[in-house]
């Protein structure tokens, strides 16, 4: 009909699914258009919104109906299987009911969006939408179309003196006010533009000038790290990679209170002859909520969290690799580090990992003097509250021995008891049978 509305992720989702685009940047696209909550990660309820969305454009190719609940159903049935070990923590948090994490817990992001798109690959692959583009299609157009004209070398360019001005007219009653503000702003910036004559003066940026400092404030840069896992099997770990990799993620930022995007693993692999396990990886500031930790401030926090037994990431899902790990730092050139005794293994570990994803010259203790006395000073606590705990342990045992004396002597006064009762209980048959005696 005329003039009729047409539901916009349903009018996105024939684009995308009938783009010459690749399926997994597809299962990309799709997933962060029915992310309600915009956290990059999405609920099992949200992904059968996306394959009933698909298969209701489909239908209209096809005439064959799709119902919502079969969607549900299949999913539901193969869910577990799929992805074994996200579901299993969904369904702790939800505390065992399964309706609750399927309906209501986040846990599948661009992890588990790897995972699932190759279940459909085959199936997929025999679609004519998966061929390629038809004889005289637009071809797509190149990859860095979208980047904004003043960022191609880096620097700003001078405004353009013929800019169009913002329209006046009667399209632009269409217009919100916040377009129309923005469009007035841009307009003033390109004329100071004009009159200044610089092409990287503040007056050029694209930006409001309270919105870039509010930016730069927020965003700062990340901090590069290693993580040196001893003692752990990599054959293990590369076994459900994956999976590993988001465990970290979920366990580094629930130890910093960080959202899970702004841990980035760049790589995991084998550390060395003396084996374990090497993690490079990005701290990204999130700057939400007023948090103003930088990067460098976050490793330091993530390297306390690992040298205190009773912290956050050590008492949490990642216990069994954190227990003997530890964060490098890339030491300077000509450099000579040592591993710390605490984690020392049995033989030189970290210089002969795999290239590119280590630091050079082996490990360093972080901190220095300073954290060695810290160190100290914690284990010299923790020697006097053990020698509290042997001498509370010894009082425990006074006091089960006591308590095993007691309940002897009481065994032994109930046999009596029972002794007295068997007795008089004979005693007063042998009375009664006296008395019928003297009765006859």
Request: proline share 8%.
């Amino acid at each position: 009909m005329q003039n009729e509305l047409i539901f916009a992720r349903e009018l996105m989702t024939v684009i995308c699914v009938f783009s010459s685009a690749p399926l997994v940047e597809k299962g990309k696209f799709l997933q962060a258009l029915f992310d309600d909550s915009s956290t990059g990660l999405n609920t099992a309820a949200e992904i059968v919104s996306i394959l009933h969305m698909v298969c209701t454009c489909m239908t209209k190719c096809t005439g064959i109906p799709v119902k919502v609940k079969e969607v549900r159903e299949q999913l539901k049935s193969i869910l577990p299987d799929l992805l074994p070990t996200p579901w299993a923590e969904a369904l702790e948090r939800s505390h065992g009911k399964s309706e609750v994490a399927f309906n209501s817990d986040r846990f599948i992001g661009q992890i588990e969006m790897d995972e699932l798109i190759p279940t459909i690959l085959s199936s997929y692959q025999t679609l004519p939408i998966a061929g390629p583009p038809p004889a005289g299609a637009m071809q797509p157009p190149p990859p860095d179309w979208a980047t904004p004209s003043s960022l191609e070398k880096g620097s700003a360019k001078a405004p353009d003196k013929n800019a169009v001005k913002p329209a006046a007219g009667q399209s632009a009653k269409s217009l919100s006010k916040a377009e129309l503000a923005h469009l007035d702003w841009m307009s003033k910036m390109d004329e100071e533009g004009v009159e200044e004559g610089k092409e990287n003066s503040p007056g050029n940026s694209r930006r409001p000038p309270a919105v870039a400092e509010e930016e730069e404030k927020a965003v700062s840069d990340p901090a590069k790290c290693w993580m040196v896992i001893y003692g752990t099997d990599f054959a293990s770990v590369a076994k459900n990679l994956a999976s590993f990799r988001h465990l970290f993620m979920r366990s580094v930022a629930t130890a910093l209170g960080l959202p899970m995007g702004c841990i980035e693993v760049n790589n995991i692999v084998r550390g060395g002859k003396a084996g374990g396990v090497v993690i490079e990886f990005l701290l990204h500031p999130s700057g939400r909520g007023g948090d103003e930790r930088d990067g460098e401030t976050l490793r330091q926090s993530l390297t306390q969290q690992l040298a205190l037994p009773h912290s956050a990431l050590r008492k949490g899902a990642f216990k069994e690799y954190v227990s003997s790990a530890e964060i490098v730092e890339r030491p300077t050139k000509g450099a000579r580090a040592t591993t710390p005794a605490a984690a020392q293994p049995a033989s030189p570990a970290y210089p002969d990992a795999t290239p590119g994803a280590v630091p050079e010259s082996g490990p360093q203790p972080p901190g220095g003097a300073e954290e060695l006395a810290r160190l100290e000073a914690e284990n010299r606590r923790l020697a006097a509250e053990l020698e509290k705990l042997k001498d509370v342990e010894a009082g425990n045992q006074e006091v089960l021995q006591d308590l095993e004396a007691a309940e002897a002597e009481a065994r032994l006064w109930q046999q009596k008891a029972e002794e007295a009762i068997a007795a008089r209980d004979a005693a007063l048959e042998e009375l009664d049978a006296l008395k019928k005696a003297a009765a006859q």
